[in-house]
């Protein structure tokens, strides 16, 4: 529901549960819905729309934000992910009906969690309810970050919603959450009993909620900071950023394993802390803040052609040939094809022209799936002279 939004939200549950000072102290700073939210609309509003069609329900409310959002971010990439999406649904739909006759897809729930968490309510993209297994799957058009489903708050929030509306109508065991994130084809999924949904729920999330909802939370910094509305001016996260090189006062140079464990862990955060600072500061000495040591000034600019036509008809009447001043059309990058015809279609219509070649090495924890960077010291380690 656009526009509703509920104190303690489900999607913030992973930064309040772990900062409990986080929701009072965002509770003043303004709500921007970036582009990227509005994009994330509009393709949440597509994916509703194509299974409420499947299901003959009505799709005005969808109609409603596919016509305010459309003309501004609606691609052929969009439609393909929205499919990808859509068939996901209905195979795990298909699949649970095999084992009850009268299970239920559920589109866009209204979910009440106040039970456990005061006054929260949420959404939940698409419910499976079967005897046995409940499944509650969230669609997210992101691509920046990766999401879990292992131990997911948000996640197991909206089961928590799920089993508690419909656990009078059938036998639910087990839950699964599922993650559909296909712009990075990402599928993620985690299952658990009820029993351990229902002990979660009672020992960590009410404690947790109580705690934050109560004015009492605690600011524990850490990478939940991220998304953070307050991270610009929270006093905890910039005393850790700024003292965390400083923990060890012997002198000299920080050791590997010093950096392994005490700097690495912290380094994207840090990174997210200084340039959101940068940016906030800029907007704040922009509306009137007065930082003493510093002050605004006007930056770089690059001169502009404001008539292109005009300009080619005088370098045109001055004899210059149409190559000195003309550049030649360029095809749009890979990224650019692919929300026009999708990424499938691409593939499909490219791959023998399409090439990718080794990716820049990075360093990432050992838990990451991807297999280790192949230099070439190790293709020639086996060869002796």
């Known amino acids: ?33 970036s582009s990227y939210a509005q994009e994330g609309t509009l393709a949440h509003a597509y994916c509703s729309k194509k299974l409420k069609l499947f ?124 993650i ?4 990075i084809d990402n599928l993620s999924e985690f299952e658990m009993s009820v029993s351990d949904l229902l002990k979660w729920a009672e020992e960590e999330l009410r404690p947790k909620a109580l705690e934050a909802f ?18 610009c001016g929270c006093r905890a996260l910039a005393e850790k950023c700024t003292v965390i090189a400083q923990d060890h006062t012997d002198p000299g140079l920080i050791t590997p394993m010093e950096i392994a464990t005490d700097i690495l862990p912290w380094l994207a955060i840090i990174k997210i802390w200084v340039s959101s600072m940068e940016d906030y500061t800029l907007q704040q000495a922009l509306a009137g803040v007065s930082y003493p040591g510093y002050k605004l000034v006007e930056g770089r600019s690059n001169r502009k052609i404001t008539d292109e036509k005009a300009v080619i ?3 045109s009447k001055e004899g210059y040939d149409e190559s000195e001043y003309m550049k030649p059309a360029v095809l749009c990058g890979i990224g650019d094809l692919e929300k026009l015809v999708g990424k499938k279609r691409l593939v499909a219509l490219c791959a023998d022209y399409i090439t990718k070649p080794q990716g820049k090495p990075t360093l990432t924890t050992s838990d990451d799936k991807r297999s280790a960077y192949n230099t070439a010291t190790e293709d020639f380690k086996d060869i002796k002279i």
């Open 1 to 33: 529901m656009p526009g509703l939004h509920a104190f303690l939200s489900p999607s913030a549950a992973h930064r309040w549960m772990n900062c409990t000072a986080a929701p009072r102290l965002e509770a003043t700073a303004p709500d921007n819905d």
């Open 180 to 183: 559909v994130q296909p712009r």
């Open 55 to 178: 299901l003959g329900l009505d799709t005005t409310s969808e109609e409603k934000e596919i016509d305010q959002f459309n003309d501004r971010y609606h691609t052929g990439e969009m439609d393909e992910h929205t499919d990808t999406y859509k068939t996901i649904v209905l195979e795990k739909f298909n699949t649970a009906r095999i084992a009850t006759k009268d299970a239920q897809l559920l589109i866009e729930t209204r979910l009440d969690f106040s039970e456990y968490v005061p006054e929260a309510f949420g959404t939940s993209d698409a419910t499976i309810i079967a005897d046995g297994l409940m499944e509650v799957i969230d669609f997210k058009y992101g691509k920046g970050v990766r999401v879990s489903a292992v131990g997911n708050e948000q996640m197991k929030i909206y089961a928590l919603g799920a089993y508690l509306k419909h656990s009078f109508e059938y036998r639910i065991d087990r839950v699964r959450m599922t």
């Open 214 to 231: 109560g004015g009492n939370g605690i600011q524990n910094p850490g990478e939940w900071c991220q998304f953070c509305k307050v991270k």
């Open 313 to 315: 008809s005088l370098l």
